[in-house]
C-alpha cells in the first residue's frame, strides 16, 4: 500500500458506487424467506458497508476526490447486469419454493 505522502492530493481515483454485493444482498433480503440466505446477506451488507467507509475515510483522509474512470464505469456496468440476472435466479427460486414453477 502507498504511503499518504506518495498520493498526490489532486490524483484521481474510481468513484466509490454502491458495491455490488452490498445491491445484491440487499435484493437476497427482499426476496427471501431462507433464515441462512438472510443471515448471510445482512453479514455481507454489514461487512461490505465497513469496508466502503474505512475506504472513504482515507480518501477523507489524504483529500482524494473519487472520480468516474473508463475502469469503474465498466466495473459498475458488469455488476448491473449480473444484479439483474441475480433477481432473475432469486424469483425464479421463490417462485419454485412455493411452488409455482414447474
Known amino acids: 500500500m502507498r504511503s499518504s505522502s506518495r498520493l498526490s492530493h489532486s ?3 474510481d468513484s ?3 458495491p455490488a454485493d452490498i445491491g445484491t444482498a440487499i435484493l ?3 426476496k427471501t424467506e431462507n433464515k441462512a440466505v ?3 446477506a445482512e453479514e455481507m451488507i454489514r461487512d461490505h458497508l465497513a469496508v466502503n467507509n474505512k475506504v472513504l475515510a482515507l480518501l477523507h483522509k489524504w483529500k482524494v476526490t473519487p472520480e468516474e474512470s473508463d475502469t469503474s ?3 459498475y456496468q458488469n455488476a448491473t ?3 439483474e440476472r441475480a ?3 432469486l424469483g425464479f427460486y421463490a417462485a419454485l419454493s412455493k411452488g409455482k414453477v414447474g
Open 11 to 13: 490524483r484521481p481515483v
Open 28 to 30: 437476497a433480503l427482499k
Open 73 to 75: 464505469r465498466m466495473i
Open 87 to 89: 433477481a432473475k435466479t
Open 81 to 83: 447486469v449480473k444484479q
Open 16 to 18: 466509490v458506487h454502491l
Open 38 to 40: 438472510e443471515s448471510f
